[in-house]
Nanobody, 124 residues
Framework: QVQLVESGGGLVQAGGSLRLSCAAS????????MGWFRQAPGKEREIVAA????????YYADSVPGRFTISRDNAKNTGYLQMNSLKPEDTAVYYC?????????????????WGQGTQVTVSS
């Protein structure tokens, strides 16, 4: 089993930045592909970004490239999502998730372990 704890969310003005962290415990973090997802009220959960096990490959949703950066530090069992130039439409609960897979995964149904989520609110 793997336990995930997100942190770093909060209230920020449009144009601001936040850095989300995802701390993993229980098994070797480097075994897992990591994804960041978000869910806004009344909307389905959607992928924001994903990163391969060694960090060499990344994927970004069309709405965030150039603004968000996903990264990981396997030595610290922690993943990150740096969010810059935030917009009100980025407001959502953000979740990190893990799956053992040889390649990146983009669907929430493909992930096995989830954190509790952290709220990000961007004011205009």
């Amino acid at each position: 089993q793997v336990q995930l704890v997100e942190s770093g969310g909060g209230l920020v003005q449009a144009g601001g930045s936040l850095r989300l962290s995802c701390a993993a415990s229980g098994r070797t973090f480097s075994m897992y592909v990591m994804g960041w997802f978000r869910q806004a009220p009344g909307k389905e959960r959607e992928i924001v970004a994903a990163i391969s096990r060694n960090g060499g490959y990344t994927y970004y949703a069309d709405s965030v490239p150039g603004r968000f950066t996903i990264s990981r530090d396997n030595a610290k069992n922690t993943g990150y999502l740096q969010m810059n130039s935030l917009k009100p439409e980025d407001t959502a609960v953000y979740y990190c998730a893990l799956v053992i897979a040889p390649t990146l995964r983009k669907k929430s149904s493909e992930y096995d372990y989830w954190g509790q989520g952290t709220q990000v609110t961007v004011s205009s």
